[in-house]
């Protein structure tokens, strides 16, 4: 026959369960205040982790694009100093007057010119030299001459008037900064006169005119300065000793590490509310 419990037996059996649900809430409560505790401590860590990988990569970035940047810089300034203009933006081009006096065959051939050039840094660095002979002289059966060679010096709207006009008086007696040397030979198959060649380019920068700047001017110059900036970036770049995806990679697994911890303790504690919520409403 089958026992029957008693009443005395139910009472004890359903206090025991009663006991063993309040020890295990106290237990989920515990383990509850344990949890948000911990996730607040988490949360913290996790906030500090992602603003400390943000400036990670950020710096890693800013290690990655210092060639870019630094190279494109040096080329748009060069280009920019030697006349180029910036990129993108369509600037004036200022041209400087430059006037140019060529000499040849002795003074037999003079060509004189003005024109307005682009203006840059470069534009005045060609030189100017002008040699003159004097006319031969006969002394004692031998024939003698002055070669003056005026280099800096005769880059003067003076020395091209003088030389236009051919008036060598004036330049022997009002412009030095010369070398001289005295030339003596036997016997002459030419006629005395004053000889002269040479070259005179005087670029003024205060005589200039600004003129608009064209869109395909522009558009190539951007193109050509855009590669040379990052082509020269990226050698060096890719030269250097730094392994850019790589450092991404381990920001991202360190940050990741600490996220993995605040999740599983978040996981737990969804795990041990619904415990609770389940013992709440068996408890009813």
């Not at 003129?211 to 040379?228: D, G």
């Amino acid at each position: 026959m089958r026992h029957r419990k008693t009443r005395k037996e139910k009472i004890r059996s359903e206090e025991r369960k009663l006991k063993g649900v309040k020890s295990e809430r106290q237990r989920l409560l515990t383990l509850k205040q344990e949890l948000e505790a911990r996730i607040r401590v988490d949360k913290k860590r996790r906030n500090a982790a992602f603003h400390i990988r943000n400036l990670k990569i950020f710096r890693d970035t800013c290690n990655f694009l210092v060639p870019f940047v630094v190279c494109t810089g040096i080329v748009v300034g060069s280009g920019w100093l030697l006349g180029a203009g910036w990129p993108v933006y369509e600037d004036s081009i200022k041209k400087a007057k430059l006037k140019s006096l060529q000499i040849e065959a002795q003074g037999e051939y003079k060509r004189y010119d003005e024109e307005y050039i682009n203006y840059s840094i470069l534009s005045d660095t060609k030189d100017s030299s002008i040699t003159i002979y004097t006319p031969w002289e006969e002394k004692n059966g031998n024939y003698t001459r002055i070669k003056r060679v005026y280099g800096s010096s005769a880059k003067s709207q003076e020395m091209i008037d003088a030389i236009l006009h051919n008036d060598f008086d004036y330049i022997f007696e009002s412009i030095g900064g010369y070398s001289e040397e005295f030339q003596q030979v036997n016997m002459i198959d030419e006629e005395p006169a004053y000889k002269v060649e040479g070259s005179i380019y005087i670029l003024n920068t205060s005589d200039t005119i600004s003129m608009p700047e064209s869109e395909n001017r522009n558009a190539w110059a951007t193109v050509i300065e855009a590669l040379l900036g990052l082509g020269i970036g990226g050698l060096i770049a890719y030269h250097r000793d730094f392994e850019y995806i790589y450092s991404l990679k381990e920001d991202w697994n360190e940050y990741r590490v600490k996220y993995s911890v605040l999740k599983k303790d978040l996981e737990q504690l969804k795990e041990t509310d619904a415990k609770l919520l389940s013992l709440r409403r068996g408890g009813r």
